[in-house]
Each structure stands twice: as structure tokens, then as C-alpha cells.
């Protein structure tokens, strides 16, 4: 692909990757990704924001094959989908420096062994003329890395925000379709960004005081109209979670199964919404995109050598990284002859700091009184998001 006007003297650049389905070697890819760079034109320098994954190098320097000098290659952050191919760029721009926060210059150090000369370290709110055009930095640490940063371009009013606001969806589409990106762009944030709600939040104020016409990340469309992936960070970082209880699970002869089947009746007759997710078979993104808004995570397992199953706790696990903004937690599940499964199970999402609501779990098949202690359970979960409110 060609690069592609924004403004007069504003292109993007970059790499759409159709048929990448894994990410990290760890986040499932259904739409894809792309990884977007972007070139300015001022009246006497040349920016390259970002560069894009070593896999598309090919198509970037393509792009830039008309391009006769680049005096600066802005870095907004180390991780090498999109500073992999800075080296291949300084190569061919023997002139050029990479700017990027000081945090940032030891890691393209470390990373991608990029002489430490070549790198402009610069301060928050620092700025950089292009002449025309004027690059202002402004550090945004924890999206998702400690040393990210955005830039504004002031003249026309762009932020480019790297993997802030991002996501994975390969379009051709240069400006998202709101409809279209607000799944991709909750997925983003749930997998990559929720276990930084805190810091984003401040991040989000920061940049509030900028006048915007467009967001430009490094992966998935702009946005034409800033407000709108603004307001749903804002609603996925900062509301209280929702009257949602997540069910995972596993089952391996059965009896779990029932037992989940039941909880889900249970809730659903006293109002709480369910989204259940069977661990063996499901997408782990669309589980992260769940916890986003869950008030109550249950999850379920049979009892294997002595501990839950392996994928449940795969999923306690993933819970517990990401931060959600969950209350409640508990275990229901089947065992033969004993283990450690509530212990084990609680024990690893104590990050969230969540209340722990009576488990259940029952020997064999589950029976009237397990059944019941289940109905109970449903109770106090609907009771609980009652009384905290949660709408
Ligand atoms: Fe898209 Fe954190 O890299």
C-alpha cells in the first residue's frame, strides 16, 4: 500500500498484517493487525513517527522509497512491532536520530542495539520544529510499557498515540468505522491496557487538555472523531462494573458442567447477566473483553491431580494479570477423593483483591443440596451487586 494524506504534508505509513492470528505469541489475532508509521513533511525537516514489525520491513522501506532524507525517527515506544525496524531506517538515513523518552533510549539500546548517540532523549511537554510543523512529546508511561509516550502535532491538531487507543483489525479503512472498531478497540484495551486503569486514567486527563481532530495509534484505523474512543476508555477505566457475573469453566466427565448449567439459570432468574465461557475451546480475548465490565468472576473446575484444571487456572491466572475491575469471586466445581482447588484457585487472583463468596464444591455428581448451595450462592451474588450498586 501507498503512503496515504492526512493533511497537507501528514502520511500514513506502515503494514497491514492480514493473516497474523497470534500476538506475543499469546493474544489470539481474529481481525488481524496492522502497524502503522507515520511521516511528516515540514518546511525543513522530515519526521518518521514509529516504524513497524521486522516481519513488514519490506513494505515500509517501499514506502519510503521516494523519501530522500528523514531527520528524525520519533519512538513512542520500545516494544518492536513498532521499533524493529528503526535499525533498518538509520541504515538508510545515515543522518537521521531517533527521539524518544530517556526511558525509552536504554531500551532501544537493549532491544535493538541502536547506538546510544543516535538518540535524542526528551522531556515531557518538550517540543521539536520541523519547521512548519511542530512535534510536541507528551509522556503517557504505562500504555503499556513504563517508557510510552505520545506526540502532538500542533498545527493539525493530530495525537499520535502509538498502542494507546489501538487496535487489532487489519482494514483498509484509513478512518474507523465506530461501529465497526468498538469490539477490536475494547479487546485491545482489555488485553493489553486494562492492567494499567490507574495510570491511564491520568494519562487520559493529560491529554484532555489538547484540542483534537484526529487520533492516529500505530495499530488498527484513526479516528476521526477523537471524542468517541476517548469516552469508551474513559467508561472501561473509570464506571463501576455492571450487574455481569463471568462463569468459566471446565468440565471433564460432567458434574461441573451441571453445576455451572445450574449457577447460570440461578443468576439469570435473579437478574444478573451471565457470559459463560467454557475454558477448553474459548478465546481467551473475548474472555478479557468480558472482565472489562463483569462485577463477579465464578469459576469452575473439576479436581485433577489433586488442583483445578490446568486451563482454569490459566484462567485465574489471566484474571488476576488483567486487573479487572471484578468484586466478587468465587469456585464452584466436582472433585473424587480431595485437593486443594478453592485454596489454589483464590490463592491466584488475590490481586484482585475481591470478595470471596462461598465456593461449592461437591464429591461426584452434584446433588439436591449441592444444587442448593449453588441457588445460594446465585443469591449472594445478585444480593451483593444490589447492595454495592452495581447497575
Ligand atoms: Fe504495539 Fe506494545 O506494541
Keep these: 500500500m501507498k503512503p496515504r494524506i492526512i493533511r497537507d504534508g501528514v ?21 488481524g493487525t496492522s502497524y502503522n508509521a507515520y511521516l511528516i513533511h515540514g518546511s525543513e525537516k522530515t519526521a518518521l513517527l514509529d516504524t513497524v514489525d521486522p516481519s513488514k520491513m519490506d513494505v ?3 514506502q519510503l522509497e521516494d ?60 517540543t521539536l520544529s520541523l519547521g512548519d510543523k511542530t512535534l510536541e512529546f ?33 482494514t483498509t479503512e484509513l478512518y474507523a468505522s465506530e461501529s465497526r472498531i468498538l469490539e477490536p478497540a475494547k479487546r485491545y484495551y482489555a488485553e493489553i491496557m486494562m492492567p494499567f486503569r490507574k495510570v491511564i486514567q491520568k494519562n487520559l486527563e493529560k491529554i484532555a487538555a489538547y484540542e483534537l481532530d484526529i487520533i ?12 468517541f474512543i476517548i469516552d469508551a476508555y474513559r467508561d472501561w477505566v473509570s464506571s463501576p462494573p455492571r450487574n ?32 459463560q465461557f467454557e475454558l477448553a475451546t474459548a478465546d481467551i480475548g473475548k474472555l478479557a473483553v468480558a472482565l472489562v465490565d463483569a462485577a463477579t468472576i465464578v469459576l469452575g473446575t473439576p479436581t485433577v491431580l489433586g488442583g483445578p484444571h490446568p486451563n482454569v487456572v490459566y484462567a485465574a491466572y489471566l484474571a488476576n494479570a488483567l486487573k ?19 485454596e ?14 462461598d465456593p461449592v464444591l461437591c464429591k461426584g455428581l452434584p446433588r439436591q443440596s449441592d444444587f442448593e448451595a449453588i441457588d445460594n450462592l446465585a443469591a449472594s451474588i445478585a444480593s451483593k451487586h444490589r447492595a454495592q450498586g452495581i447497575p
Design 138 to 170: 507528551i509522556n503517557t508511561p504505562w500504555v503499556h510499557w513504563p517508557e510510552t509516550m505520545v506526540s502532538y502535532l500542533r498545527e493539525d491538531r493530530i495525537l499520535f498515540s502509538c498502542d494507546f487507543f489501538g487496535s487489532h483489525l487489519a
Design 216 to 227: 492516529a495509534p500505530s495499530h488498527g484505523p484513526l479516528y476521526d472523531r477523537p471524542a
Design 60 to 62: 515500509l522501506m517501499s
Design 11 to 31: 502520511y500514513a505509513l506502515g503494514a497491514i498484517d492480514w493473516d497474523r492470528r497470534l500476538f506475543d505469541s499469546l493474544i489470539p489475532l481474529p481481525d
Design 324 to 342: 479487572p475491575k471484578v468484586r466478587f469471586v468465587s469456585v464452584i466445581g466436582s472433585y473424587g477423593w480431595g485437593g486443594k482447588t478453592i
Design 244 to 275: 455481569i457475573a463471568v462463569v468459566a469453566y471446565v468440565s471433564m466427565h460432567g458434574s461441573t458442567a451441571r453445576m455451572v448449567n445450574h449457577l447460570v439459570g440461578a443468576l439469570t432468574e435473579r437478574g444478573v447477566a451471565v457470559e
Design 344 to 357: 489454589q484457585l483464590t490463592g491466584t487472583m488475590a490481586g484482585l483483591e475481591a470478595e470471596v463468596l
Design 67 to 126: 523519501v530522500p532524507e528523514v531527520d528524525y525517527v520519533v519512538s513512542h515506544h520500545a516494544e518492536q512491532d513498532h521499533s524493529g525496524t528503526i535499525p533498518a531506517i538509520l541504515e538508510k538515513y545515515g543522518r537521521a536520530k531517533v527521539v524518544s523518552t530517556a526511558r525509552a533510549r536504554g531500551m532501544l539500546v537493549d532491544l535493538l542495539a541502536i547506538p546510544e548517540e543516535r538518540i535524542i532523549p526528551i522531556e515531557d511537554r518538550e
